[in-house]
């Protein structure tokens, strides 16, 4: 009998197991030997580089700058909304806010200057809605374009003295009241209001505002003068004087 065939059954399993843990360290110290010695295995416990596969950032699309404001009135189209002589020596441009408060104020002073030199004064009026701190601005003036659509520039205006008269109650419900008292055409008018047909062309005057320097309501030109604010009649009727003296 040789010497495995006396050792027991548990003797024997734990040296068989010994010796298959033997070869395998064995076998894995001469791979790992074969890979040193090529050069290739002096890092192979060293972190991995993360950084590498992570692309570079994407850098942002830069926003289109505001155009710089001119200072300068805009010019005056056939489109605008004016009243008074083409050929007027003064031409006074208005950038409003219909709910504005102290737009309100400064309608009167530019009727009256109406009234007093109505040969020499051209009124041009243009939205510039504070939709921020004046929430109905831009549904009154979007009425106010629809409304001009049916009765044009005699209509329009009529229709800013009852809307800026009536500023506490703007709303749907006092465009449309409005609308039909200067003759307006019901349906047709409630279907411009609610389609938003007019909101590009108050968007557009509301550009022409920033370009031209405007940053709150009222904001003026009397010719190239810059009028900021409802400054009182006196004020303001000097400015055309100065002009009509030129």
């Known amino acids: 009998m040789n010497f495995f065939e006396k050792m027991d059954s548990k003797a024997s399993f734990s040296l068989g197991l010994l010796g298959g843990l033997g070869v395998m360290f064995a076998v894995g110290f001469f791979i790992l030997l074969g890979i040193m010695m090529k050069g290739e295995g002096s890092n192979i416990f060293a972190p991995t580089n993360t950084n590498q596969a992570v692309a570079a ?3 942002p699309t830069p926003t289109p700058a505001e155009p710089t404001p001119t200072g300068q009135p805009p010019a005056v189209s056939a489109s ?3 009243i008074g002589p083409e050929n007027a020596k003064v031409t006074l441009i208005e950038f409003s806010d219909i709910q504005c408060p102290y737009c309100s ?4 002073t530019v009727k009256q200057l109406l009234t007093e030199y109505p040969n020499d004064i051209r ?11 004046h929430p109905m601005a831009q549904s009154a003036a979007e009425a106010s374009e629809c409304l001009a659509e049916q009765k044009g520039d005699d209509g329009f205006f009529a229709y800013l003295d009852a809307l800026f ?11 449309v009241t409005e609308a039909t008292k200067l003759g307006a055409n019901e349906a047709q008018f409630t279907d ?3 389609s938003g047909k ?21 904001g003026s030109f009397i010719n190239t003068q810059v009028v900021r604010g409802a400054l009182p009649y006196e004020q303001v009727k000097v400015m055309v004087d100065a002009e009509l003296a030129q």
């Open 123 to 133: 009124w041009v009026y243009k939205h510039f809605p504070l939709s921020s701190i």
């Open 198 to 218: 007019y909101k590009s062309r108050v968007s557009a005057d509301y550009q022409q505002g920033l370009q031209a320097g405007i940053t709150g309501t009222p």
């Open 105 to 108: 104020r400064f309608h009167p």
């Open 57 to 59: 950032p994407t850098a």
């Open 165 to 175: 008269a009536q500023q506490d109650s703007l709303g749907r419900d006092l465009y």
């Open 80 to 82: 605008d909304h004016a």
């Open 192 to 194: 411009c209001i609610d």
